[in-house]
Structures are given as C-alpha cells and as structure tokens.
C-alpha cells in the first residue's frame, strides 16, 4: 500500500550508491553509508525554501510578540476569535502561523519509508542467502547481497545492538562488541546534534505560555534520549542511525546558514493593526458629510 513511498526512496538511494560504487565498489560500506547521507541531503535540499519560509515567519511571529500577548488577553475567554484575531495579525504581516510545515511533515514519511526499506533488506525468518536472491523495491537482488556484506567499521549496516546471536552470526565472523560500539558512536553524534538543532531553533521562537511553553524548553533534553533509547534499545539497523545521524547535522548546518542569512537582512517591521471603531451600542453612527 506504501509502495509510492518505498520505491522513490529506494531508487534515490540506489542512484547514490551506484554512483560511490564505482568508485569504492559495491560492497563497500562507505558507499552505502553515503548513499544514505545523499539521499538526506537531496530531501533537504528539495525542501529548503520551505525551511527558509518557517524560519524567516518565526523570526516575525516573535517580533509579534507583544501584540500576541495582548489578544491572548483581550480574547481569553473567547478562542475562536483569538484564532480569527491571530490569523488576521499574520496575514497583515505577510507571514502564517502554519508557514513551512512541509519540511518536517514530509520527513516523516521519507523516514518510515526508509526504515521499511533498511530492514527489507534483512527480512525476518529468511537466510543470508534467501535474503541475498530476493529483490528490494529499486534495488535487484546482487545489489542486496551487496548491502548485506557491507560493513561500517566492522558493524553490518543491518544490524542493531540487540540482535540476536543466531540472526548475527548468518553475517559471518562479527563481534556483537563492534556493533554496539559502532551503533552507540553514531547515537550519541545524532543525539548531540539533535540537543544542539532544538537549541538553536529556539531562537526565533516565541516564548509560549503554559504547558506548550514547557513542552518546548524540555524538547531539547527528551528528544536526544529519544535517539539514544531509539538506536540502542529498539531493532534500529546501523543504516539508518546512518541517517539519524545526517539528518541532524543537515538540520542544524542548515539552521546556522540560514539565520546567519536572516541576521543580515533587515529586522522585520511590525506595525499595530488598526480597526475602524464601531458605534456604541444604541449610538447613532457618524455619516460622512458630503
């Protein structure tokens, strides 16, 4: 059902991999690693203005911010007007509240793709050699067998720290130590990046009240822990922290570049929204004179 999503992901990244397989050759973990990254960097790249739009809108939002305050107090007891009033002071500063959202919505498909592609490679209940002789999406079945035999500093990228000795042992001579090691460096990389990422993002961003405010300061500890429990704990193959680990070091390269670009631009200006005042109730309306 998910094929439109697995076999775009799988044809990009067999490009890339033919590409660094001539010259590393097929097997080669370095070639298959970089495949991942480019595949990451060809998403990023596609979705760059969309970032761009969401970071350049919340550098406005937080100039706003005083002005937000007020309605938020003026319409407390009124949420559906506070939604209207809101938009309308968006709209009037060329910006929307939901501007940019594609580049994270549309990772997350791209991820789950991804990972159902890393993990066809290994299909549970099958052999090396069965495994080896069945086709992935793009990729036909010598290309497989290439991917099964690739090895990241001695760790197959499709293994994870908690397989089982039996499914481990079908790779051939590997240490259990090598993964886990391999597995835990690329971890802990990704979840550094990602703190630093959320940490830097948060700098356009304007202070929320209440719970969402909190939920935003603790974002960048408990996403980190993420990645750490995710790629140690879960059957998360050495690939794809391959990409978890791209992922957050684009995202934030990305982040740096871009406001380093919007720091060098002109500081957003923000003018009050005025309102034509209507009568008082039971007043007679003013008539322009002629």
């Known amino acids: 059902m998910l094929d439109v999503l697995y076999y775009p992901v799988s044809f990009v990244m067999r490009a890339w991999h033919a590409l660094f397989a001539d010259v590393l050759g097929p097997s080669s973990g370095t070639a298959w690693a970089l495949s991942v990254v480019l595949l990451v960097l060809t998403v990023r790249a596609l979705l760059v203005r969309s970032a761009w739009t969401r970071m350049r809108a919340a550098r406005v939002t937080r100039a706003l911010g005083p002005q937000l305050t007020r309605l938020r107090e003026r319409h ?80 197959p990228l499709s293994a994870w720290p908690t397989m089982p000795a039996d499914q481990l042992a079908a790779f051939g001579p590997v240490s259990a130590t090598a993964v886990t090691v391999v597995a835990g460096v690329l971890a802990v990389l990704a979840a550094v990046a990602t703190h630093l990422s959320l940490r830097l993002s948060r700098r356009d961003q304007l202070d929320q009240p209440g719970a969402m405010g909190r939920l935003l300061a603790v974002l960048p500890w408990v996403a980190p822990v993420g990645v750490l429990v995710g790629g140690l704990l879960f059957p998360v193959p050495v690939a794809l922290l391959v990409y978890w680990l791209a992922g957050a070091v684009a995202t934030l390269v990305q982040q740096v570049v871009l406001q380093w670009l919007l720091d060098r631009r002109p500081a957003p200006v923000v003018t009050p929204v005025r309102r034509a005042s209507a009568p008082r109730p039971g007043a007679k309306p003013l008539r322009a004179r002629r």
């Open 76 to 155: 407390a007891g009124d949420p559906r007007r506070l939604a209207a009033e809101t938009a309308a002071l968006h709209r009037a500063h060329g910006v929307s509240a939901t501007a940019g959202l594609a580049p994270m919505l549309l990772q997350i498909p791209v991820f789950v793709a991804l990972l159902h592609v890393l993990r066809s490679f290994n299909r549970p209940g099958l052999g090396f050699a069965e495994n080896a002789a069945l086709p992935n999406y793009a990729f036909a079945p010598d290309e497989v067998g290439s991917f099964l035999r690739a090895r990241l500093f001695g760790a």
